[in-house]
């Protein structure tokens, strides 16, 4: 059977060329490892691989959200927990300023660390974060959430400013956590210590005077009060905490997974490769080496 010249040649060039393309295709594989370097080398593991690399980055982007709040979290506390020492101490020095044997000069000398402690506080109570923001106004976080009104009576000077809604980031897949907090009740226990200190430092101060004990003891049951406001919320953060620990702890497990899944089904085979660049490569050596024979043949060569 007789094949033309150029049907030959196109035979060969077409054989030598899918040769070259598929060393050259190997080669990329085995110096980058990957198995998958566009969608056509396997549509359907291509597939995969690109669903389990979303799932990663949304895992990602939910660990990196689960770090922000942890630290707005942790820095909560910090300001909370300082207001817990604050009215602690400011429960003590009404205890003692109820005790019936002090005198007008005892109560009068009170004044001055009860400001103290209004003034530390109010200064917790509206604390800013690194941008500038309050911590405790709920969402209105441009505004301070205590407000202060020099020309209003004592007792009545405080108000809350901030509001109660909650701003909740994704934490998980249909999850989300409450990020942000607030101090509406703390203006009732500034009111109350801001009449206390009006009380002690009146010239008229009457130790055993009524009107004097109902205010320190309204402010007595404003410490407790608020003590049990604040130590809520630190209890509250402390089980955010817990759960964002456990969330992320999953999500590391779950994103090892998908690493590994990713890692399996891309991966070049190494030795399979290595074969398969050594067959084609031989095949590529015989092939220019049949041309060159058979291109110096003719029809009078087997005369």
């Known amino acids: ?56 980055a949304a895992i990602g982007q939910y660990r990196n959200n689960i770090a922000s709040i942890k630290i707005r979290l942790s820095k909560n506390e910090g300001y909370l927990g300082s207001m817990v020492n604050d009215i602690a101490a400011g429960r003590d020095q009404l205890v003692w300023a109820l005790d019936g044997s002090n005198t007008t000069a005892d109560l009068q000398a009170m004044v001055s660390p009860l400001e103290a402690l209004r003034d530390s506080l109010l200064f917790s109570a509206n604390s800013v974060d690194q941008e500038g923001r309050y911590v405790f106004s709920g969402t209105n976080t441009a505004t301070a959430p205590m407000a202060y009104d020099a020309a209003a009576p004592a007792g009545a000077r405080y108000s809350y400013a901030g509001n109660v809604n909650e701003q909740r980031v994704v934490v998980g897949n249909g999850l989300t956590q409450v990020a942000n907090d607030n101090v509406k009740g703390m203006e009732q226990l500034l009111n109350r210590l801001d009449a206390t200190i009006a009380a002690l430092g009146s010239a008229s101060l009457n130790v055993n005077a009524p009107a004097t004990r109902a205010v320190l003891e309204a402010n007595l049951a404003g410490f407790d009060d608020a003590l049990e406001l604040v130590s809520s919320k630190i209890a509250v953060i402390g089980g955010k905490q817990n759960i964002l620990d456990t969330l992320d702890a999953n999500h590391g497990n779950v994103s090892l997974s998908n690493q590994m899944a990713i890692t399996d089904i891309g991966q070049l085979d190494m030795g399979l490769a290595a074969t398969e660049l050594n067959g084609y490569s031989t095949a590529l050596q015989a092939t220019y080496k049949a041309y060159g024979r058979i291109g110096t043949l003719s029809l009078f060569s087997a005369l």
């Open 1 to 56: 059977m007789r094949i033309a010249t150029a049907q030959y040649q196109s035979n060969m060039n077409q054989s030598l060329t899918l040769n070259q393309e598929r060393l050259s295709k190997l080669t990329q594989q085995m110096a980058s490892g990957k198995r998958i370097g566009v969608p056509s080398d396997d549509p359907v593991d291509s597939v995969r691989v690109s669903r389990l690399q979303r799932e990663e």
